[in-house]
């Protein structure tokens, strides 16, 4: 049974930094793209960044020169560093792992906030 763990959330000041890290476990994690999605209060959950089973990366404009996604295969780990944040960051950031690489987003987190005051 997939599992996927966040961890990294927390409360930061705007301009300030936070990384996020999925831990996964259940299936080959090597085989598997991996994103990060986020939902803010009264918002409707949103797509946040993405990384392929051999790096390739997207983000959405919202995010991009501000974070960055990256996975560490070897320890079955994908990671979020948020540079810049803005108040409008403040969201519950879910982790999740897409069925291959063009298969739907099939496992989910519990999710880790993120709060970035004025």
């Known amino acids: 049974q997939v599992q996927l763990v966040e961890s990294g959330g927390g409360s930061v000041q705007a301009g300030g930094s936070l990384r996020l890290s999925c831990a996964a476990s259940?299936?080959?994690?090597?085989?598997?793209?991996m994103g990060w999605f986020r939902q803010a209060p009264g918002k409707e959950r949103e797509f946040v960044a993405r990384i392929s089973s051999f790096g390739n990366t997207y983000s959405a404009d919202s995010v991009k020169g501000r974070f960055t996604i990256s996975r560490d295969n070897a320890k079955n780990t994908m990671y979020l560093q948020m540079n810049s944040l803005k108040p409008e960051d403040t969201a519950v950031y879910y982790c999740c792992q897409r069925n291959g690489d063009y298969g739907g987003w099939d496992y989910w987190g519990q999710g880790t906030q993120v709060t970035v005051s004025s």
């Open positions: 259940g299936r080959t994690f090597s085989s598997h793209a």
